[in-house]
């Protein structure tokens, strides 16, 4: 499967804060591909800049681009731009280049980076909501690492 890295994260902090994924009534493939992921520590993913196996049926994607828009940040409106920006400084801090194929156990490996560089990555987004999206993402590695019995050295914390 493509995925944009921050609905990666998006998923685990989900599946942390114990969210059952259903479908959305723009139609996306977000809760088919929660699943896909929850269930397979070893799912191929490429990592990509703009559309991917999320956005397969959604009512907002319009020749492979989002049109969606967002509303809790000043400096952004479309989701598009905004996604871009978001996925440049979860890839920057999570040291993943574009492009990149690699499974979901190793994106469960490197979320110690993106959970201690979360208010770096979110910054502009309400303090509070990051940190309720830290706990829930910290949640969820936590009980995909029990989930598939995934040994670490350090896990990451
Ligand atoms: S097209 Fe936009 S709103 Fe739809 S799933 Fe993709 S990123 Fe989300």
Known sequence: MKL???????????FGSGKDFFPHPYLHSYHKIA????????QRVEIV???DSVCEGCIKLKEHACTDIITHRKDFTGKEEFNIYLDARIMEVCGI????VTNTVSLIKVSGKYIDNIHYIYSG???S????R?????KGVDNYIRKH????????F
């Open 4 to 14: 944009r890295i921050h609905h990666f994260f998006d998923i685990i902090r989900d």
């Open 129 to 132: 909501h990051t940190e309720m």
């Open 134 to 138: 830290k706990l829930s993402v910290i």
């Open 35 to 42: 699943n896909i992921i929850l269930k397979d520590p070893f």
């Open 149 to 156: 019995g995934i040994i670490t050295s350090r896990f990451l």
């Open 97 to 100: 280049e574009a492009d990149t």
């Open 125 to 127: 987004n309400d303090k």
């Open 49 to 51: 800049i703009g559309t």
